[in-house]
């Protein structure tokens, strides 16, 4: 008998056995060899992509905001003294053949993005220093479930503004670029999380030295030393339920394991084949069974490059809005790895194009890959999409976000912490969450840990005061 068995050894679920180790016996089960699920970072050749092992690349491309929910996570439970955490320069917005960045202060507001006429610049500074002000008990009650056109048209942007919020930050932080879903108070949120990761270190963004998995393996560091067991290449087959409570789970191979709880950190839809039809609640198989057809994903071209994507490495991510390409109908995430993060040799570069196709466009891929590198062509001119790879491979990365947060799936419209069967508990990015990426996934931890404690170790007022 465990206090807690954990399903999942992604940013989840190494984050929360990090916290609930202090004060329980916990179990963490994950059915692949390696710690970081998602955001785990392996060589092109044990991923199965290329055979080279002198590049380390994340699944996907990780970073996350500076002093937001991970950082927080990672500096209570000490997981910071055991990973080399590295700033990442400010993202970039494209816009008539330039690269912009993100203004800090009220002077750069004035000389940022020219394209952007002087009166409209004034109208997104108050709505800057309106977000900044603005209570989170404000935000909760007003925008959480109203969408961005809403919050356009009451401060009243022009079509500048509507596609720098839209598709340079609502795209990054977001993933969903649809101003009739996204939720406006999501978008606040986020806003203000940037402010604070500015604020702290003049940028929003952190990863870790050779790669976004070693602040997993971090925390793994950490649970171990408080006496949790951590089990690789176990798959879980079923999460064991009787008359509404869980008792436990069961590997594959039939061996069971008494647990006083389950939290599980996958994407929480998996419920659905893990748990006997019998015992899971009509509303809530419902409600998981709504909840995949949300999910979010994107198709990625990525490999290694002989040289940088501009003339000096820029090694951030970009941000390129759909108005800038013409083959797909999508914007572009680009992200060139930092060589400050050891990641690629010497003279070489990690870099990843990714984009929101649409799901018809999945179905001949290797057109999609064709289409994108024209694009990128037209943006990227120093950059010979033919001869400056050392290696590429494409990916489809499915599941970006377990569940999109819209305005119909965003806070106490997500599924958990809890969940309708007791003692069954989930944390993810298709968990209740309050930020994005993996940054979302460690607030959705913060819940869980509060909702099985009964602790509270966050005040969400508090936190989003600036």
Same mark, same amino acid.
């Given at each position: 008998m465990?206090?807690?068995?954990?399903?999942? *050894?992604? %940013?989840?679920?190494?984050s929360?056995?990090? $916290?609930?180790?202090?004060k329980?016996?916990?179990?963490?089960v994950?059915r692949?060899?390696y710690?970081?699920?998602?955001a785990?970072?392996?060589?092109?050749k044990?991923?199965?992509w290329?055979n080279?092992?002198n590049?380390l690349?994340d699944?996907?491309?990780? %970073?996350?905001?500076?002093?937001?929910? $991970?950082?927080y996570?990672l500096?209570?439970?000490g997981?910071?003294?055991?990973?080399?955490f590295?700033?990442?320069?400010?993202?970039?917005f494209y816009?008539k053949?330039?690269f912009?960045?993100?203004p800090?202060?009220?002077?750069?507001s !004035?000389?940022?993005y020219?394209f952007?006429?002087? @009166?409209?610049?004034?109208?997104?500074?108050?709505?800057? @220093?309106?977000?900044?002000?603005?209570?989170?008990?404000?935000?909760?009650?007003?925008?959480?479930y109203?969408?961005?056109?809403?919050? &356009? /048209?009451?401060f009243d942007?022009?079509?500048y503004g509507?596609? !720098?919020f839209t598709?340079g930050?609502a795209?990054?932080?977001?993933?969903?670029?649809?101003? #009739?879903?996204?939720?406006?108070? /999501?978008?606040?949120?986020?806003?203000?999380i940037?402010?604070r990761?500015?604020?702290?270190?003049?940028t929003?963004l952190f990863?870790?030295?050779?790669?976004?998995?070693n602040?997993?393996?971090?925390?793994?560091? =950490?649970?171990e030393?408080?006496?949790?067991?951590?089990q690789l290449?176990?798959?879980?087959?079923?999460?064991?339920?009787?008359?509404?409570e869980?008792?436990? =789970?069961? $590997?594959?191979g039939?061996k069971?394991?008494e647990?006083?709880?389950?939290?599980? +950190?996958a994407p929480?839809?998996?419920? =659905?084949?893990?748990?006997?039809e019998?015992?899971?609640?009509? /509303?809530?198989? @419902?409600?998981?069974?709504?909840?995949?057809?949300?999910?979010?994903?994107?198709?990625?071209?990525?490999?290694? *490059?002989k040289?940088?994507?501009?003339k000096?490495?820029?090694?951030?991510?970009?941000? =390129?809005?759909?108005?800038e390409?013409?083959?797909?109908?999508s914007?572009y $995430?680009v992200?060139?790895?930092?060589?400050d !993060?050891?990641?690629?040799p010497?003279?070489? &570069?990690?870099v990843?194009? *990714?984009?929101?196709?649409?799901?018809?466009?999945?179905?001949?891929?290797?057109?999609?890959?064709?289409r994108?590198?024209?694009d990128?062509?037209?943006?990227?001119?120093?950059?010979?999409?033919? @001869?400056d790879w050392?290696?590429?491979?494409t990916?489809y990365?499915p599941?970006v976000?377990?569940?999109?947060?819209?305005?119909?799936w965003?806070?106490?419209?997500?599924?958990?912490?809890?969940?309708?069967?007791?003692?069954?508990?989930?944390?993810?990015?298709s *968990?209740?969450? !309050?930020?994005t990426?993996? #940054?979302?996934?460690?607030?959705?931890?913060?819940?869980?840990y509060?909702s099985? +404690?009964?602790?509270k170790i966050? #005040?969400? #007022?508090?936190?989003?005061?600036?």
């Open positions: 465990v206090d807690i068995a954990i399903i999942g *050894a992604g %940013v989840a679920g190494t929360v056995a990090a $916290l609930l180790s202090e329980f016996d916990v179990l963490l994950e692949n060899q710690i970081g699920g998602r785990a970072t392996r060589t092109p044990e991923w199965g290329f080279s092992e590049y690349f699944f996907g491309h990780h %970073v996350a905001a500076t002093n937001s929910y $991970l950082e996570l500096r209570k439970t997981a910071i003294n055991f990973l080399d590295h700033l990442i320069k400010m993202p970039l816009k053949g330039r912009h960045k993100p800090a202060t009220f002077f750069e !004035l000389r940022a020219p952007i006429p002087f @009166k409209s610049k004034l109208k997104l500074r108050k709505f800057q @220093k309106w977000v900044r002000k603005v209570p989170f008990k404000e935000v909760k009650e007003k925008w959480f109203r969408p961005l056109r809403d919050l &356009y /048209d009451e942007f022009d079509e509507r596609e !720098l598709e930050f795209a990054g932080y977001q993933t969903i670029y649809d101003i #009739d879903r996204n939720s406006a108070g /999501d978008l606040i949120l986020c806003m203000k940037f402010e990761g500015v604020s702290k270190y003049k929003p990863s870790a030295k050779g790669g976004f998995g602040i997993s393996k971090a925390f793994v560091r =950490i649970a030393e408080n006496g949790a067991k951590i290449g176990k798959n879980v087959s079923k999460i064991i339920v009787k008359n509404g869980v008792k436990g =789970i069961e $590997l594959e039939k069971q394991i647990a006083k709880r389950v939290l599980f +950190t929480v839809y998996f419920l =659905i084949d893990l748990i006997d019998e015992e899971m609640p009509e /509303d809530f198989k @419902k409600q998981l069974e709504e909840g995949r057809k949300e999910s979010t994903d994107l198709f990625l071209i990525l490999g290694g *490059a040289k940088s994507l501009t000096k490495p820029v090694g951030t991510w970009m941000l =390129i809005p759909r108005s390409v013409k083959k797909v109908d914007y $995430l992200y060139e790895l930092s060589e !993060l050891e990641q690629a010497k003279g070489r &570069y990690a990843s194009f *990714a984009v929101m196709p649409e799901r018809n466009d999945l179905s001949n891929r290797k057109f999609l890959e064709e994108m590198i024209d990128m062509s037209e943006i990227f001119v120093d950059f010979d999409f033919e @001869k050392e290696w590429k491979t990916f990365f599941i976000d377990g569940i999109g947060r819209t305005i119909d965003y806070w106490e419209k997500r599924i958990g912490p809890t969940t309708p069967i007791k003692n069954l508990f989930v944390a993810g990015d *968990a209740q969450e !309050l930020s990426g993996t #940054d979302g996934v460690a607030s959705s931890v913060i819940f869980a509060e099985i +404690t009964g602790e966050l #005040d969400l #007022d508090a936190f989003y005061t600036l």
